[in-house]
């Protein structure tokens, strides 16, 4: 038995309505914004690459300065990841579902929050292809060279373990012997390169005399033609060496430079991807239609 009190409201609440309990994230507008991203920066890059702008190789043009073709390939890979951000930004923007109860700052927030989901998503995707392109192209690259090393090893040295990257310039060392001891000097030559090799490059005095003795009694040069034959291989190993310690500074200023563009560049595509999708929310309020660029016939 219940007594009702006059005067006094009952109010029954039900339970939380679906629409409350939801995420205020519209995953599918993300998804469709990484797709969109990924898409045009796809095409993008590839219209990039047609014309040499890429980072592969600055020397694919014929003719045309390698700085020029690098800032080139810069300025368009900032161009393509700023441009695919914002354009995927303002489709998650435009298609998030907006709650009723958001005021219009906290609906610009969401909006905007929704563009950084869409840059961070797409660049997890981009790292892990990358990634993972990477190193399908580098397994495949290698086995290709350590195929090609051990055919040419088995089939000239009897299966050698170790190539020596002076064998070349030792060679030079020897053309011409016929001498039974030939082998003996040749990797006594090698070692002694190689030993000059952990330092400045530079053969001590009594390497470089005794070098002359060997070569000499193996050939049959004379000393001063002996002489002048170590003289010219330790300078084209030297040669070589510098050429070696050049490409490794310009590889390592590379990846450097190419770093820091990338970390520059994706701050800037969230910042763009964080506008394109407030102003693609602004335009789902105001059922903004472009009628002029997109008509329908």
């Known amino acids: 038995m219940s007594i009702e009190s006059p ?23 993300i998804f469709a914004g990484i797709v969109f991203a990924s898409a045009v920066s796809l095409v993008l890059i590839s219209f990039g690459s047609a014309i040499g702008l890429n980072f592969v190789g600055f020397n694919a043009r014929e003719g045309a300065p390698a700085f020029l073709i690098a800032i080139g390939a810069a300025s368009w890979f900032l161009w393509v990841q700023i441009s695919s951000f914002m354009a995927g930004g303002y489709l998650a923007g435009r298609l998030r579902r907006r709650h009723f109860d958001a005021t219009e700052d906290e609906s610009d927030m969401r909006d905007g929050a929704h563009g950084l989901l869409v840059w961070g998503g797409a660049l997890i995707i981009g790292a892990i292809l990358a990634v993972g392109g990477v190193g399908a192209f580098a397994n495949a690259a290698g086995n290709a060279v350590a ?9 000239a040295e009897g299966a050698a373990d170790n190539i020596d990257p002076n064998a070349y310039f030792i060679d030079t060392l020897f053309r011409g012997n016929t001498a039974p001891d030939a082998e003996g000097s040749r990797a006594e030559a090698g070692r002694i390169f190689a030993q000059a090799a952990l330092g400045d490059g530079t053969l001590a005095a009594d390497d470089r005399t005794y070098l002359a003795n060997v070569v000499a009694a193996n050939t049959g040069l004379s000393q001063e033609e002996a002489q002048a034959r170590v003289d010219q291989v330790a300078a084209n190993v030297e040669a070589a060496r510098q050429q070696a310690i050049e ?51």
């Open 7 to 29: 005067g006094i409201a009952v109010v029954e609440t039900g339970s939380t309505t679906g629409r409350e309990s939801s995420s205020y994230v519209d995953w599918p507008a």
């Open 147 to 155: 195929t090609a090393t051990v055919a040419a090893s088995n089939t």
């Open 247 to 297: 490409a490794a500074r310009v590889a390592r200023n590379t990846a450097i430079i190419a770093a820091f563009l990338l970390a520059a560049s994706s701050l800037v595509a969230a910042i763009g991807a964080y506008w394109a999708a407030q102003k693609g929310g602004n335009h789902r309020d105001k059922n903004t239609a472009f009628t002029d660029v997109f008509r329908r016939f």
